[in-house]
């Protein structure tokens, strides 16, 4: 969330704005389910530390249902992925087209879901914290005893679980699984259009075409591969939860592992989510490294070559040029004389490579001024050796 807040660029772009209001959901229902017992209300049996009113109840338990948002934007996260990568859509006919009608399905469900809730006395205390009951525990509900009821609030709350919870929970899981299949299978169709080229004779319109599909086989794998990060996230997060469920529903009751696994895991949705969103920088980062490390070995000699980021076309020329000019500078019919190569080295400005953002490509900087080297074939610009 901070990281899209900060970064403006990221802001105008669907993906970045469907991660921040998954985000913005997790958070809010994480930190009502770290209030555990607390908001239950005084009194309530074979409860632990129950310390709230009925207010506070209703207020942790809107949190949590409104979090159903949750599972239904991985689903639409996912939409998202196989709009740009089976269908070609940009980020701007996404935000135009898709991204409103992601936005309003889900909030409205996640809001609307909550405020039904408490206009029908539906949120009580469900022994771990407060959510879809009846009160008090274990009465009689009227959808199972021909209308007649004893409850003093959340009649039909059992119904109301499955059809504003997890029946949209279920929908979202198998609807992920569908259009993730699409996703795969769209990149595998990829894969066979670019195989096709090896049997093909070569020419420079089709080399032309071939490059260009196989950018777009890159990104699309790159995308597909993040998909399906979110994808073991939402599976993982949500599987205990599930389970748990199912056996309530099946055999009239669930074990106490099971119930802490789904207890532990459903907050730590958004951690993980976290974990997947920073993953491609990681990725990035460990890249960069590698290539500083490999340069650092192969030209370690030259101190003052800094390879900061140097990953475009360009940058690579320019440090070639400069290799050349430091070669050159050796084997000139005029080296520097014994005596003298000290004091012509430690009077040579370092210099080092600098990316601006692959636009411009590599500049030399002089690292003692900060001020860019115009003449690069100026071999009085030598980088300093080491001892």
Known sequence: MVSVLRDRTKWTKPYYRLLFAMCTFDAFSSLALGLSTW????????????????????????????????????????????????????????????????????????????????????????????????????????YENNGITNCERGDNAEIYRWAIFFAPLWAAIVGTMVVMTLLVLAVRSQENKLAKYQFMPRNSTLQRQQKQDRRQHQQSHRVTNQALRFVAVFYVTWAFATVNRLLQLIIGHSYFWLMVLHTVFVPLQGFFNFLVFIYPRYLKWKKLRSQDNSDTSRYGRYSGVTLNRLSTFEGILAMQRRKSIILASETRESPVEAGEEDDFVENAPQVTLQNNGGEEGAKAVDLENGSPIENEEDSSVCIKREA
């Open 39 to 142: 908001p239950i209300p005084k009194g309530s049996a074979g409860v632990y530390a129950p310390l709230g009113t009925v207010r506070t109840c209703e207020a942790q338990a809107f949190f949590i249902q409104a979090n159903i948002a949750s599972p239904l934007y991985n689903f639409m996260l996912s939409l998202y992925f196989l709009l740009q990568v089976r269908y070609g859509m940009s980020e701007k006919q996404i935000g135009k087209r898709a991204e409103p009608v992601m936005h309003a399905i889900t909030i409205v469900f996640g809001l609307g879901s909550s405020f039904l809730c408490i206009a029908l006395g539906l949120f009580n205390d469900s022994t771990l914290w407060c959510w879809i009951n009846s009160s008090p525990k274990g009465c009689d509900q009227s």
